[in-house]
Every structure is written in structure tokens, then in C-alpha cells.
């Protein structure tokens, strides 16, 4: 399965947890130039705005809008940046994937819901998936323990090797 990071937007710019933005100027112009050279078609993308929008640059304005794509929850840290947050907190939460200091989805039960999505869907192998960043991080990762092991970019491809 092919994975394309959504365009770059303003939290990712700001480095912020969560949101639901649209794409910047940057991620419209770096998904367009993906557009260019894609010989893939879409055929999911999450429920984002950014995600969406991506796809649409992409030329995939039916992808399917699958819900169990949503990126994590981060309750209420979303919009706020590392820095604001209780550095006891953010420790925790880095430490354990079973922490949910904010009130949102602990990165087991994301990784969890992400890995049963993806190994529902071998039959994707020629069309590629649009997901924010977190999303692929979690489908890239063999498990919750790796998920900080992948870091990922925006408006960028990559292969998912676990379908």
C-alpha cells in the first residue's frame, strides 16, 4: 500500500497537536507537485480537511472519506504547542502508550485502531492511501512501541510494507 502525508498546514508549520486546517500555501504547491508525477489513483483519505484537500489536489475527488483514518485524539492539547503543555504530562505520554494525560486517545488504542484498518486492506496495493501524519506514522510502525521511530513529512510518499 502507497501512503501520502497531507500537505503541509499551519500547525504543522507552528509544530501544534491536533487541528483541523486547511492546507497552507506550501502543502497546496508540495501535494501539487506530487500530482504531477503520480501515476497511483486515491482511493481512501481520513477525515481531515487537509486530507481531503489533498486528495482532491491529487485529482481524487471520490476517495473514499474513511473515518477509522482520523488522527489521533489529543483531547485537550489540540491546538497547543510541546511548550504549553505540563512537561509531566508530555513525559508521561511519551513513556507510556497507554497514557492518556490528555483526555483523548492514548497511542495504543490509535496504533490499535490504525493496524486493524490496515490489515483489513491488502487489496490496496496499486492505489494509494491519504492520511495526516500521525496516521502514517502508526501504519508504518510494527507496533505502538516503534510508533516515535517514524517520523514522517508532509506531501510525501511512502510504503506501507505490512499489507
Known amino acids: ?11 504543522n ?3 501544534r497537536f491536533g487541528g483541523d486546517q486547511v492546507l497552507d500555501e506550501r502543502g497546496r504547491r508540495d501535494v501539487l507537485r506530487l500530482a504531477a508525477t503520480s ?21 481524487a475527488s471520490d476517495a473514499l472519506v474513511d473515518d477509522a483514518l482520523r488522527t489521533l485524539d489529543v483531547g485537550a492539547w ?8 505540563d512537561p509531566v504530562e508530555l513525559g508521561a505520554w511519551f513513556a507510556d502508550p ?12 490509535f496504533v490499535g485502531r490504525v493496524h486493524l484498518w490496515r490489515d483489513g486492506r491488502s487489496g490496496l ?13 502508526a501504519l508504518l510502525c510494527p507496533g505502538v512501541e516503534r510508533f ?16
Open 125 to 137: 496495493a496499486d492505489r494509494w492511501v491519504v492520511v495526516a501524519m500521525p496516521v502514517a506514522q
Open 78 to 85: 489540540a491546538g497547543r504547542t510541546p511548550e504549553e503543555i
Open 39 to 59: 501515476t497511483r489513483t486515491v482511493g481512501s483519505c481520513g477525515p481531515e480537511i487537509a486530507t481531503r484537500e489533498t486528495a482532491e489536489l491529487l485529482g
Open 1 to 11: 500500500m502507497q501512503i501520502i502525508t497531507a500537505g503541509r498546514t499551519g500547525p
Open 148 to 163: 516515535f521511530a517514524h517520523e514522517v513529512r508532509p506531501a510525501t510518499i511512502y510504503t506501507c510494507a505490512n499489507t
Open 13 to 15: 508549520r507552528s509544530v
Open 98 to 109: 497507554g497514557a492518556r494525560p490528555h483526555g483523548g486517545e492514548s497511542l495504543a488504542d
